[in-house]
């Protein structure tokens, strides 16, 4: 019988009626720690949830594996959470915040250890920390968000940051705060925080133009039914392309009809891919400079009420 997580990280009676199923909780308005475990536990709090006994039975059948000492897993245990636990640490940094849905580059795996290892291990990025007890396996999402901006440039931090802020996990005021412990080298990318990002594209794109002068600004309503990721100057639309929402026929139509739209009111759209921003972004900023320079981003747009009508698009139709 497999190991009732939920019921152990939010404590209880000890005995059988711990593996009862659980009621579902109601969703939580920001995670934490206990809530992203992801299977891998403390051995004391396994113990305050189940007991001595009842630890050591889920043992002896296998239900419970120890990955070092003080430390154990179920069958759910996320891997990236138990090599991190196994090495000695916690699941940190940017790692972390992928596990909280945060928008975090890169795929290395980031884990907090008391003491760096006598050999560089392919693939990790380790972190030193002061002798902590880690209740959790994950840190939690302020503390990962604290060792992006102290560990990593100022652009990956506030890419983060901003996610962070757009996904609720953080309030403005606390990220604030975050951001101005940094490093006074950092403060000039950092000071530029603004909570409209919803993704470290749009943050990447709107640090370019404003470090070009240009005058950017996020999650702009153009018309009733049409909001831009970003308006540069007066008339230019630039959409930072998701594979997860932009991927589909249904969606490059939805797309395509959008941009009609807006071609119709005197906008210039630039979509531009994930790779395109993170893959080819030397290429991409020569070509984005190139158009600031013929400063059509200038060039009033027409008001919608001196168009007429807008087209009404049926809401689906065959690629």
């Known amino acids: 019988m497999p190991v009732d ?5 939010a404590g209880g009676t000890q005995g059988p009626d711990m593996f009862r ?32 006994v009842e630890v050591k039975s889920l043992v002896r059948r296998g239900e419970l594996r120890r990955v070092r000492h003080g430390w154990y897993a179920d069958a759910t245990a996320d891997p990236a ?9 916690q699941l940190s940094c940017l790692s972390a915040l992928r596990l909280h849905g945060v928008w975090a580059v890169g795929s290395a795996l980031h884990v907090a250890r008391r003491r760096q290892p006598r050999e560089a291990l392919s693939g990790l990025v380790l972190h030193s920390v002061p002798a902590l007890a880690w209740a959790s396996a994950v840190a939690p999402v302020i503390e990962a968000l604290a060792q992006v901006i102290r560990h990593h440039d100022p652009e990956t931090a506030l890419m983060s940051c901003e996610s962070a802020v757009n996904l609720g996990l953080l309030g403005a005021v606390e990220v604030d705060t975050l951001l101005a412990r940094a490093q006074q080298w950092k403060q000039p990318i950092l000071q530029r925080f603004d909570p409209l990002a919803e993704s470290g ?4 794109l709107r640090l370019f133009f404003r470090g070009r002068g240009a005058p950017v600004r996020a999650q702009v309503h153009l018309t009733p039914s ?6 540069v100057g007066c008339s230019w639309v630039i959409e930072a392309d998701s594979r997860q ?3 589909s026929p249904a969606d490059r139509m939805r797309d395509l009809e959008r941009d009609l739209t807006l071609a119709r009111l005197g906008y210039r759209v630039t979509r531009l891919s994930y790779d395109q921003i993170f893959c080819t972004w030397q290429d991409t900023r020569r070509v984005l400079s190139g158009i600031l320079r013929t400063r059509q981003h200038r060039r009033l747009p027409i008001p919608v009420d001196m168009v007429g009508e807008l087209p009404k698009f049926p809401a689906s139709r065959p690629w």
């Open 245 to 247: 929402h932009h991927g």
């Open 81 to 89: 959470v138990e090599r991190a636990v196994r090495l000695g640490g």
């Open 5 to 9: 997580g939920a019921a152990i990280l």
């Open 21 to 52: 199923p659980a009621a579902p909780r109601p969703p939580l308005e920001r995670p934490t720690a206990e809530d992203t475990d992801r299977g891998v536990f403390r051995r004391s709090r396994l113990v305050a949830a189940l007991g001595e």
């Open 201 to 204: 594209s749009e943050t990447r």
């Open 226 to 231: 049409i909001r831009s990721d970003l308006l």
